[in-house]
């Protein structure tokens, strides 16, 4: 069966880069079906290069402007729940699309109807588009294992632990909007949709760049590589510098959103749910530690021992040394 493709954009004072995000979508070898484009409230030229590029598309593109400010959340939420099309491709104002995106994506889809989200790795380029020499995977770390984890279906349990999914890269169908809609404050709209394909579906990753993605120092959600100095000084700030960075709390609220979410999707297997309860078990252990010494350590260092940190969280050696100091 043949499948209808969309783009949802949204914008915010993006005229710097603007312009060359929306001639890519037009370059691309496959086009999609129609574009929706919501604006949140701009106060540069962004509005005006949106009507003139709606104008010249020769292509259904829709745009809307917030009256007031909404956040990129809701502004994403807006732009997808506007789009009728079977796939809905998440775009962002600043970067660019290599020329074969869609054509490479829908492939997948319209092979694989059991996969329901797919992201990928992308060049990552400076404010005059120069490469850097590393790609968006190799910035963020993603690790042989955590690839494995998304080939053999086991995306949640990679996606429980840390989101590797950037949604510049990613597209998804639009079944999964019932369930994942409305996007929760908690967490970043890529990474919920990740969550709740995991949960039903299947993901794909291609390891292959499908876009080239932009670091300018103004990105919503930027893109840092951890080197070991860095890791160094944010547990040097987490003894030296109360209150902690990690807040126990935080990460026990957003672990339990994703378990009360998924106990509302009708026919969730079970294996998910335990999943899910897992993960809330073991935030809410690191957030109910003993003041004391000598109550406290013993059981981070068993917690440590049997695996628990490593499954759970990224730079897990990290987090045992925060709660090995923190109180």
Same mark, same amino acid.
């Given at each position: ?24 979508? *037009? ?22 290069? *949106? ?7 020769? *292509?259904?593109?829709? =745009? ?23 796939? =809905? ?6 970067? $660019? ?24 790795? %992308? =060049? ?32 949640? %349990? ?9 949604? %510049? ?10 369930? %994942? ?21 299947? $993901? ?24 070991? #100095? ?27 959103? $994703? ?29 109910? #530690? ?9 059981? =981070?260092?068993?917690?440590?021992? $049997? ?21």
């Amino acid at each position: 069966m043949k499948l209808t493709y969309g783009v949802a954009m949204c914008t915010y004072n993006g005229e710097s880069y603007l312009k060359a995000q929306l001639e890519s979508i *037009l370059l691309q070898n496959k086009k999609p079906d129609m574009i929706v484009i919501c604006d949140d409230y701009s106060s540069d030229a962004t509005w005006e290069i *949106l009507e003139e590029f709606k104008a010249k598309a020769q *292509l259904p593109v829709i =745009i809307f402007r917030n009256d007031v400010r909404q956040g990129v959340i809701r502004n994403f939420e807006r732009a997808v729940s506007s789009l009728t099309t079977d796939v =809905i491709f998440l775009c962002d104002q600043d970067d $660019i699309w290599l020329p074969d995106k869609v054509a490479k994506v829908s492939s997948i889809f319209e092979s694989s109807p059991e996969i329901s989200l797919i992201f990928s790795d %992308a =060049i990552l380029i400076d404010e005059n588009a120069e490469h850097f020499d590393h790609s968006l995977f190799e910035r963020l770390g993603v690790t042989r294992k955590e690839k494995e984890g998304i080939l053999h279906d086991n995306a949640l %349990a990679v996606l429980l632990r840390r989101n590797i999914i950037t949604g %510049a890269t990613a597209a998804f169908r639009r079944s999964l909007l019932p369930l %994942a809609l409305p996007f929760p404050e908690t967490h970043y709209h890529d990474e919920w949709l990740g969550f709740i394909a995991a949960a039903t579906s299947r $993901i794909k990753l291609i390891p292959e760049p499908t876009i080239k993605y932009r670091l300018h120092g103004k990105n919503v959600v930027g893109v840092k590589k951890m080197t070991t #100095l860095d890791v160094a000084r944010e547990l040097w700030w987490d003894i030296n510098k109360p209150p902690f960075r990690y807040h126990a709390k935080d990460r026990l609220k957003y672990q339990k959103m $994703i378990l009360d979410r998924m106990k509302d999707i009708p026919k969730i297997p079970d294996a998910v749910i335990r999943q899910c309860r897992v993960a809330v078990d073991f935030a809410k252990f690191r957030n109910e #530690l003993p003041a004391t010494s000598l109550t406290r350590y013993p059981a =981070i260092l068993w917690r440590a021992a $049997i695996g628990q940190y490593r499954r759970n969280e990224f730079h897990w050696k990290r987090h045992v040394c925060r709660d090995l100091v923190n109180r």
